[in-house]
């Protein structure tokens, strides 16, 4: 009787460590589970890899791709990234002389000026640790476009009269030198390049740190 009184007893142990190990098994697994499915996707998508990732995609608008650590943009066509818009006015002084004859233009125009980057010149970024190596192409002046122009100041000369041939030469200059005024005159290069350094390093969180490649 007594026998089987500890057959039962140790029955009864053996099922209660059974039902433990199935337990510890479960929550190995669950852990394991956690780990490979949740925990680790959280933890990627705040790697730096990906907020670089993310960040040249929302910059550029355009997909990205992922070698390693390379990182470039998925497309090689040639795209303009528009980064700057300016209104700018500019004044321009056309006059020509003839047997002592002068006649003179001085027009005035309203032109759009944009900057930005030539996407086809970006090479990528390699991603070394928490630095990034590689930089964006030069900025670039993008667009000068005449929205208007004013004749500020016109007058003819006896013999040396003004045609329709003078006014689109003076327009021509006038196009011209809003380009010299954009490229030497103004900062909006400089403003593109400021902008664009920016937003990678808020989109990035300040935790990736940005180095130019050397040649």
Do not use: C
């Amino acid at each position: 009787m007594r026998e089987k009184e500890q057959r039962r007893g140790r029955g009864s142990v053996d099922r209660y460590f059974k039902y433990f190990a199935i337990l510890v098994v479960l929550g190995i697994a669950g852990m394991a589970a956690f780990h490979f499915f949740i925990a680790k996707p959280i933890q990627a998508l705040g790697s730096p890899l990906e907020k670089l990732t993310r960040a040249l995609g929302a910059v550029t608008n355009t997909e990205v791709k992922v070698d390693g650590y390379t990182l470039t943009l998925d497309s090689q066509e040639t795209r303009e990234l528009v980064v700057v818009k300016r209104r700018t006015q500019t004044v321009v002084k056309f006059e020509s002389t003839w047997m002592r004859s002068k006649k003179v233009f001085i027009l005035k125009g309203d032109f759009e000026v944009k900057a930005g980057y030539d996407l086809g010149e970006f090479e990528g970024f390699e991603l070394k640790g928490n630095e990034v190596v590689g930089a964006w192409p030069e900025p670039r002046l993008l667009g000068v476009s005449l929205l208007n122009y004013d004749t500020f100041f016109s007058s003819s000369g006896a013999l040396n009269r003004l045609s329709e041939k003078d006014r689109e030469h003076a327009t021509n200059l006038l196009h011209q030198q809003a380009r010299i005024d954009a490229i030497q005159n103004s900062d909006i290069l400089e403003e593109a390049e400021r902008i664009i350094h920016t937003r990678l390093e808020d989109l990035t969180d300040g935790e990736v740190q940005f180095k130019k490649k050397l040649k």
